[in-house]
Structures are given as C-alpha cells and as structure tokens.
C-alpha cells in the first residue's frame, strides 16, 4: 500500500521504500515494525522520525543517507548489516538499550562518527561495524565488562565507561504494578547521577515527588528511557545541574520538576514526551533553548516562565498541537498565545487577531515596551504582563476574565480599559471590576500613597503585588485580602479595617519593611504563608475572633517574633505549636464599669470614674 507517496507492506508494518526525490524531514507512522531492506538508501531526507514499534531496520535501510542524527527508538531489537553505513553526516549514535544484535558493517564507513553508545542487552556485534577505515576514529562508549567492551578492545577500538550508580543509594518502592518508584537519595553530594532502568529486575518508571529535589551538587542527570513520570519538583532547586538527558520513554515531566536549575542552558524534550506541568522548567534563567517535541499534547501554564533572557522556541514540525508565529508560542488553532520567550528581540508586539486567551506569565519579564490586544480577546492570564517594560495597556470590550498580577511588577503606570467593557472599568489607571467591588490591579510602575475607593469589598490576588507603593489606605468596608496580593511590597506600615474578615495565603509575603501588624477583631482566617519571610517583622496582635491560622503563616526563618494575643485563644495555642513568643493582651476586670443593656441587647454606654466611653470596641 501507499501512503504520501511511501510504499508500505499491505498490513503498514514494514516500510518497504522511501522515494528518492523526497527531501526535509519524514516520521514513519506509528505500528511499523519493520523498515524494510535498502528503504532509505541514498534518501535526500534530512531528518527521520522512527516510532517506538519498529523493532527490526533492515539491511542497508539507511545506506548513504544525508541524516546528521537519529534517534533510535526503545522498541529497536535488531540493527541489521550496512543498515547506516556510507552515512557521512553522523557524529555520535547511543544504541537503545535492548537492542541485542548490530550487523557487520552496520556504521561502516560513517567518516564522520565520533561515538556509539551501545547497551549492556548487544550481545552480537559483526565484523567492521564501525570501521572508518583510518579516517577519524570512533569512541565506544559502554558498561564495562560488556559485550561491546570486549568488542572494541578486540577491534582497536577506544572504548569510554558509562559511570555505573551503585543502586544502594536510591531510596525505591515498588508500585503496585510491580515497578519502581525512586524516592530519593541517600548521598546528596554525587556531582553524576544515571537513573538505573531497573533495580531488583524490576523497571524502573517513575520518580517521585521532591526525590531528588535540592541536590546542589548534581551536575549530570540521565534520565533513562524505562521512565514514565517525573514526579512534582523532583529535580528542583539543583542548581549545579548543567547536562540534562531525558530518555525516550518518558511521558510526563511534573509541576516544577526542574525549576530553578540555574546551570541548565538547553531543554531537549524527546519525542515521547507528551504532558509538561505548571511551571515544569520555570525560572531556569540560563536556559537558551527549548525544543518541544512532536508528540507533546499539554503544556500547562508558566512550564517555561523566566527562563533565560536569550531563549528560543524550536516546535517539531510534526506536532498537532502546538505551533510558533515570529518566534512566539501558540497552541495550533492559534486562539491561546502561550508564551513569548524571553529572548525576543520585539519591542512592539500585536497580538494576532484570533487569539482568545494569553496564557498565565506569557510575557513576564519580556522586554516588549508596547503590545496591541486583539478584540477577539477575552482571557487574561496570571502574571500575564509581569515585570515587562510596557508603560501603559489596554483592554478590549470583549475581555471576559482577567487573572490575578496580570499587570503586577514592572513599568506599567495606567491601564485602561474600554468603555463598552461589560466586566472591567478603571479609574486613575487602576484596575477593577465593573461595580468597583473588587481591586483587580494596581499597575506595577504607580508609586507613592494610594486610596482604595470606598466601594471596594475585596483586594483581589496580586492585585497591589511588587508595587512601588509605599502607604495604602483600606477602607472599611473590606472583608477578604487576597492571595498574594500585597507580596513583595514595600510599604513600612499597613493599617487593616475592622470589616476585615479573611486574610489569604501570601497576602503580606516577603513585605520586607513591616515591623508590626495588628489584625483587627473580626477576622477568623489567616492563610498559609500570609506573612512570610516579612524579615523585620516584630510582633503581630491576634485577636480571639481568629480560628484558624495555616503552616507558616508568620515563618521569618530564625528571626524572633512575638505574638501578642489574649490568654486561651487559638492563636495562643497556635504560637506555643509554632514556637512563638507570646505576650498576652492586658485583660479588663468588667465589674470596674458601670453601664446599661439598651433594647438591642447591645451596651451604649459605660462609666467609670469620671470617663465615659461610647461604642465600646470589643465585647462586655
């Protein structure tokens, strides 16, 4: 049969002949197990795609071909006679490991190859299959005491060891399916680290959760084929790591599995690679180049967020779902611009009409300084436009939803919005929603004091996040302060109504200059790291109206800081769990006063001595 003008067996299993005059690049459909005798010979193709069936290429498959590299797929088992001989162009081969046979003259003649990997699973090599008679010479690289060890010492040939990871120093377990998940290490100062592909004769498919995460000494990293899942951070914060190997065979690299690898400087996914989580590789700020693969499906939000100043995209041309225009990254239909690297040299930007949605961080820390929105606009991402160099934005009508920091950090000093939006306003060249309820953003470059009308009920996540601001006033009348959204702030002061009822997680993270912060009765809810790593923070007060307060909520990471509090409350048994200090608010005898119960239950007026006090705050 034929397919695109390629001639297959009837069944699509082998592929029989690739036509001569073809050229560019060509991936061999999926099922084909056999690439048959002489199919590529002396093929103009550039580059071939083989699927991870094949398990058989043929006798000189790809004799004198112009292919510089090929990627061998984890299904190969044999690798027939002169299948890649007079092929000038390859540099360096790696033999998947279960491969078990290469024929005679398999990489024969091939002036130009430099090494061949070959796994400890070859137990047949024949006679002259890497001869380069006498023009260069070829390193095998290999496990020692190998079949293809003994091999190269026989031919003359220069053989270089694959270091072996004694399997001792992984912490495993094994799945219920029966294979091996690695956890962690039990030396933490190996500068090389190869994942072994099985431990115990059993496969080894996933990495865990944080296995490896932290490991500042690790410089090296394979990553071996027989992998499914990197797990969620496993590989974070290594900042030593510079040479990165992803085995083909991997499927999915988890949320920050690698973030914050300052060394690395290249992201070769391979081609099985199909989900890549929230911010798999954010932050790696030296990276100078992704490549996303054919057969990648989902790159979730911020995957490639602050990577380096010089990256750039490449996208396999063969790949359905993902696509670049001018550099940029979009998903394929091009309604979802995913990100702009930071590496573009664009100083103005319009957005191509058709996109609905820009993707959380897409242009953080980009140097565009203008960029027009498309009216077909309607989503906004978090952190969307953080930290760029823009000066002013604006929104179209149909803009639906605009996540939290969109706008924050940075330059931007107005946003505006247009009038026939439905959802969104601006006043002063603040953002909000269209019934001023909600504080959505504060652009990143307004400096000074600033007001929040009086109408506003919620301070929105990011919305006042790496401010310049230096004094806030919230007016009363605020009940939640949400996530993150006064991080990184640098006001020295922050005066909270008494309508304050939830304070959520990050709300005052990393506010270097507070000292000292009064929560006011009425407010029950405290979120996790609400005022973390604020460094010179002193005290906070804590009234007994709060009942809940999450992990770290007030972590300044050795600095010491005292809770004042009332005596019995939560946030008294709360500091002591912490190892807080604790200093108890003063407690009023009552019986001192003299006062009256009005019809409603509540006390208008109280006396004592000569003092008369109104609106008493608090209860009697």
């Known amino acids: 049969t034929v397919e695109g003008g390629v001639l297959f067996s009837k069944d699509m299993k082998e592929l029989v002949q690739m036509p001569g005059g073809l050229t560019g690049e060509y991936t ?20 071939v795609k083989i699927p991870n069936t094949v398990v058989r290429i043929g006798n000189s498959a790809f004799a004198g071909c112009m292919i510089s590299e090929i990627g ?28 078990t046979s290469i024929g005679m003259f398999a990489f024969s003649s091939c002036l130009g190859l430099r090494t061949v990997t070959i796994p400890e699973s070859v137990t047949e090599i024949g006679i002259s299959a890497f001869d380069t008679y006498g023009i260069g010479g070829v390193t095998i690289i290999t496990v020692k005491g190998s079949y293809a060890d003994t091999y190269a010492q026989n031919n003359g040939l220069t053989v270089q060891y694959l270091p072996e990871t004694d399997v001792n120093v992984f912490t495993y377990e094994t799945k219920a399916d029966g294979t091996i998940l690695i956890k962690g290490l039990t030396d933490r100062t190996l500068t090389e ?59 999915e690299i988890g949320m920050q599995a690698f973030a914050f690898n300052s060394s690395l400087t290249e992201i070769i996914l391979p081609d099985t690679v199909e989900f890549v989580r929230s911010e798999a590789f954010s932050n790696c700020v030296n990276v100078t180049k992704v490549r996303i693969p054919n057969n990648a499906t989902v790159i979730e939000s911020m995957a490639f967020c602050e990577c380096g100043d010089q990256m750039v995209f490449e996208v396999d041309a063969d790949n359905d779902y993902f696509v670049l225009e001018d550099g940029v990254l979009f998903n394929k239909d091009k309604t979802k611009l995913i990100q702009m690297p930071r590496g573009a040299s664009t100083v103005v930007y319009t957005i191509p009409d058709g996109v609905e949605e820009i993707g959380a961080a897409a242009f953080t820390g980009c140097t565009i300084q203008s960029v027009v929105l498309p009216g077909s606009l309607r989503t906004i991402g978090m952190n969307a436009f953080a930290h760029t160099k823009l000066t002013e934005i604006s929104i179209p009508s149909g803009v639906t939803r605009i996540d939290g920091g969109a706008f924050n950090g940075g330059t931007i000093t107005e946003i505006k919005v247009d009038s026939d939006n439905a959802n969104y306003k601006t006043v002063g060249g603040v953002l909000f929603n269209k019934d001023m309820t909600v504080l959505v953003q504060i652009p990143g470059g307004l400096s000074g004091e600033y007001t929040i ?23 009363d009348g605020v009940t939640t302060i949400g996530s993150n959204a006064f991080v990184r702030c640098l006001m020295s002061e922050i005066d909270l109504p008494e309508s304050l009822e939830r304070i959520e997680g990050w709300a005052f993270s990393v506010c270097m200059n507070l000292t000292d912060v009064v929560i006011p009765d009425g407010v029950t809810y405290i979120g996790m790291f609400a ?69 409603d239950g509540t006390i208008q007026t109280v006396t004592s001595g000569e003092v008369s006090v109104r609106g008493m705050y608090g209860y009697l």
């Open 28 to 47: 061999i459909p999926v099922g084909v197990t056999t690439i048959g005798t002489s199919a590529f010979t002396n093929s103009r193709l550039s580059r």
């Open 72 to 99: 061998l797929p984890e299904s190969l088992v044999t690798i027939e006679p002169w299948a890649f001989s007079s092929c000038g162009s390859l540099t360096d081969v790696v033999i998947p490991d279960g491969v």
């Open 193 to 251: 680290l190869i994942i072994p592909e099985e431990i115990d004769g059993k496969s080894v498919t996933e990495i865990g959760a944080n296995a490896f995460s932290g490991c500042t000494a690790l410089e090296k990293l394979v990553i071996p084929g027989s992998v499914r899942t990197i797990g969620m951070f496993a590989f974070a914060n290594c900042s030593a790591l510079a040479e990165l190997e992803i085995g083909e065979g991997v499927e």
């Open 453 to 475: 009308p009086d109408t506003v009920t919620t301070i929105g996540p990011l919305s006042v996040a790496n401010s310049r601001i230096t004094g806030i006033v919230i007016p």
């Open 531 to 599: 005022f973390n790593s604020c460094a010179n923070l002193k005290t906070v007060t804590i009234p007994a109206s709060v009942t809940q307060i999450e992990m770290n909520a007030f972590a300044t990471y050795g600095q010491p800081m005292t809770i004042i509090t009332s005596r019995g409350s939560y946030a008294e048994t709360y500091a002591q769990n912490n190892g807080y200090t604790v200093q108890y608010l003063p407690e009023t005898d009552v019986s001192v006063f003299n006062y009256t119960t009005v019809a």
